[in-house]
């Protein structure tokens, strides 16, 4: 079973997100800061993180920093979902080692969904 852990501290998007993907077949966890996500990353091995930047004790690109500098998460594909767009930000979380930078005022949920399962099934989906 695919596992996604929604890092967001915008309950309305939580419960969004959540609902599009459970209705897919898809668990989804949430946290609503930065502050624990390492530690639950590492317990529960999401197969992707969808990572917010601005965020309440802890910031995204903290987090990102933290789950790619260590070997228990590294490998976990994290795609960033943000308010922020500059490319400055889109560039630094490229070079922590995200895989996708998406603007939230640029896409609707189901473009979100769309890049998720694009990140989670590379070779099996081509959406339009």
Do not use: C, W
């Amino acid at each position: 079973m695919v596992t996604i852990l929604l890092v967001e501290d915008d309950k309305f998007l939580i419960r969004v997100y959540k609902s599009k993907f459970e209705q897919m077949g898809y668990i989804i966890l949430s946290l609503e800061d930065g502050e624990k996500v390492y530690e639950f990353a590492k317990e529960k091995k999401p197969d992707v993180i969808i990572l917010d930047i601005v965020m309440p004790k802890k910031d995204g690109f903290q987090v990102l920093r933290e789950l790619k500098g260590s070997e228990h998460t590294e490998k976990i594909p994290v795609i960033i979902l943000t308010s922020l767009q500059s490319e400055s930000d889109q560039k630094k979380a490229a070079d922590l080692g995200a895989l996708k930078f998406i603007t939230k005022s640029s896409v609707n949920f189901n473009q979100v969904v769309d890049e998720t399962l694009r990140v989670l099934f590379p070779k099996k989906i081509n959406l339009v």
